[in-house]
């Protein structure tokens, strides 16, 4: 497995200023939009790269503990970006974060198993 994590300084460099200045995205990156009640929920996936760029009101405060998320790299005014992450074993990933944090704790951070996948075969959360 190719090591894609952290991206390039020019990578980070090129999205901070797309984001800055509401351009376009650079070709690569595809939306995905899921609908929910609450509202959709629209993030961009760039499959080569295995990145995921996440919008301002994706993630919330505060983030369940470090070494349980996936690396994320604030972009400013909101905006992530985060590796993409592995979703097989996501039931074992699921049960090995709810051991780690508890039942009772487990609202808190929004833990179900559509919120875990697996980084470098570590489970996580990748969204809170």
Excluded at 11 to 30: A, F, N
Aim: net charge positive; proline share 10%; hydrophobic share 40%.
């Amino acid at each position: 497995m190719t090591k894609r994590w952290p991206p390039t300084p020019a990578v980070v460099k090129e999205l901070k200023k797309v984001l800055q200045d509401d351009t376009t995205l650079p070709k690569g990156w595809r939306t995905k939009t899921l609908h929910r009640i609450g509202g959709d929920l629209v993030f961009y996936i760039h499959r080569p790269l295995e990145l995921v760029l996440k919008a301002p009101s994706v993630l919330y405060d505060p983030p369940p503990p470090k070494e349980m998320v996936v690396p994320t790299i604030q972009l400013g005014g909101g905006w992530v970006l985060q590796p993409l992450c592995k979703f097989d074993d996501r039931v074992g990933a699921f049960h090995t974060l709810i051991r780690k944090i508890g039942e009772k704790e487990r609202y808190k951070w929004d833990l179900h198993l559509w919120n875990v996948g697996r980084f470098r075969g570590k489970p996580v959360f990748f969204d809170w």
